[in-house]
């Protein structure tokens, strides 16, 4: 597809109710089935240890040609089991290892480690049933279903004066998207395998309307579905990534499938509508392209990431090295009504948009994820034409993020993010912008002025939580936003949540809270299925 520049405006009709919906790399793929070594790894182990398992230099430690699953080999086994902080050495390098316990059966971890254990020219005996269980028996947590219990909360989070935090529906999976149907009498959930369920407000489970095998080309990569949204004449899209290995250097493939109505609740088989690729993201930065949604202006909006934490080469001879390209860090913008749609680039320099909206002002607000060099998480009022910093600026910092962050072209106007006053999200040294670093806001809504207090006319944000520690995020926040400043008034309204995905406003002054999974740590955040929460009025 053309890189091109917005087109004009278009005075279009006002769309009716569309998704209500957030962040994307290997870490938001779905669990997979036992026998699947090389989609566990992928799923549990890349964003940290690479692709290639040649880990990052200087953070995590390789494992292709690792002398510690050699050496040392119960404690590797264990490490999944328990977590390791500390010191660690892994060929003659010493790394400060911060990894959590994952939640994976010994089935499981049977088929992770044979996978690893001859993956990258390792060369090392297969593990087994027999040796996994007796490993386990000696950690920190003798059975699989401690583990488990370790890392999810016994209660919700204590929700405001006057209001009421239940659960809706347990999940058997880990919901990606959340939107409610143009009737709001039902819940529309997208599952990164390209699975779409449809749950009744009144029933007691959800129903697949699609799956993801009967309409995604699996010739081109296992896919990492990451948007999911009705436009104004009810039609339905599914946004789809593919990792191509065929191809040299490796693609993404991304794919809109788009449904038609057939009857209320139900879609045509989705159908390819726009296809187009850009190489893949080195290590684990693989952004993707995710939300979709359309605009009071009638046109699709939708959000492409970046393929790099911050415009860096990336290690692999099969992975582009050229950084950035046109269409990705971007927001593009779609007619609806082209058989043939031409991406056209809305605004530029957002490294991972996971998710945005419009307010009652026709603002477009999203919420962004930053970079591993500890820059707060960003809230930003995107413009068409505008940029916002990345790669060469992240946040509100005048310092360069790392050595290698390029000089801004000349003459390039960077529009800041909304800065937080607090008291709650802030970072370390005080007012931000916007949020503590690695909190991974996944979620933005704005509710009106007629929802009882404390949460009526703001802005509310779910983060998902850090994807390096366990120390932040894993809540829900209200912002009350000074727009004419630039600032932002924020406080706690949930926590800890988790892992909090999307955010769905219902009838009756309720807001449906998608959990992709139900722990608020690092390892169950990975591992253990999602469910859907309700807070209303008491």
Request: neutral net charge; aromatic residues 8%.
């Amino acid at each position: 597809m053309l890189d091109r520049e917005p087109a004009p405006r278009l005075n279009l009709p006002m769309p009716g109710p569309s998704a209500l919906l957030p962040l994307a790399c290997a870490l938001l793929l779905p669990l997979a089935a036992a026998g699947a070594g090389a989609d566990l790894y992928r799923i549990q182990c890349s964003a940290c240890h690479g692709p290639e398992g040649k880990g990052i230099p200087g953070v995590f430690p390789p494992l292709a040609g690792s002398d510690f699953l050699r050496d040392r080999r119960e404690q590797a086994l264990r490490a999944p089991m328990e977590g390791v902080q500390g010191p660690l050495t892994v060929n003659g390098v010493t790394y400060q290892a911060q990894m959590p316990a994952v939640a994976l059966k010994d089935d499981q971890m049977v088929e992770l480690f044979n996978f690893i254990f001859k993956a990258w020219g390792n060369d090392l005996p297969a593990t087994n049933l027999a040796e996994i269980g007796a490993v386990r028996a000696k950690s920190r947590f003798p059975t699989f279903e401690l583990l488990v219990d370790s890392m999810c909360p016994k209660t919700l989070p204590e929700p405001p004066a006057g209001w009421k935090l239940r659960i809706a529906l347990p999940l058997k999976f880990n919901p990606i998207r959340a939107l409610a149907t143009p009737d709001a009498r039902a819940v529309l959930l997208l599952a990164a395998n390209g699975d779409v369920w449809t749950w009744d407000l009144a029933a007691d489970q959800p129903s697949r309307l699609f799956a993801g095998e009967d309409y995604i080309d699996a010739k081109l990569g296992g896919p990492a579905c990451l948007g999911l949204a009705l436009d104004n004449k009810r039609r339905l899209y599914v946004v789809a990534n593919q990792c191509d290995k065929s191809r040299n250097p490796v693609l993404n493939q991304i794919t809109v499938f788009r449904a038609a109505p057939k009857t209320e609740g139900r879609w045509e088989q989705p159908r390819p509508w726009l296809r187009t690729d850009y190489p893949f993201g080195v290590g684990p930065y693989n952004h993707g392209v995710s939300h979709l949604e359309q605009g009071p202006d009638g046109w699709l909006y939708l959000s492409s990431g970046a393929r790099t934490d911050g415009n860096e080469p990336g290690q692999s001879d099969n992975y582009f090295k050229g950084g950035e390209v046109p269409t990705t860090a971007t927001m593009w913008r779609l007619d609806p009504e082209a058989a043939d749609p031409q991406i056209e680039i809305h605004a530029r320099g957002l490294r991972n948009t996971f998710h945005f909206t419009w307010d009652h002002a026709g603002r477009l607000l999203g919420v962004e994820n930053g970079p591993d060099a500890d820059a707060p998480e960003e809230l930003n009022v995107i413009t068409s034409g505008g940029h916002y910093g990345f790669p060469y600026q992240f946040s509100d910092w005048t310092r360069k993020a790392y050595p290698h962050s390029p000089d801004a072209p000349a003459g390039l106007k960077i529009t800041p993010p909304i800065r937080n006053l607090g008291p709650d999200a802030l970072g370390a040294d005080g007012p931000t912008a916007t949020f503590t670093p690695h909190s991974s806001p996944s979620a933005i809504v704005e509710l009106g002025p007629d929802w009882p207090a404390p949460l009526g006319g703001q802005l509310l944000v779910a983060r998902f939580g850090n994807l390096i520690s366990a120390s932040s995020g894993y809540d829900l926040l209200r912002l009350k936003v000074d727009f004419a400043q630039g600032t932002a008034e924020t406080h706690a309204v949930l926590t800890p949540l988790g892992r909090p995905i999307a955010l769905v406003k219902l009838p009756g002054h309720r807001l449906l809270i998608a959990e992709y999974t139900r722990g608020t740590t690092l390892g169950a955040g990975l591992s253990t299925p999602g469910r859907l929460l309700i807070l209303e009025p008491k």
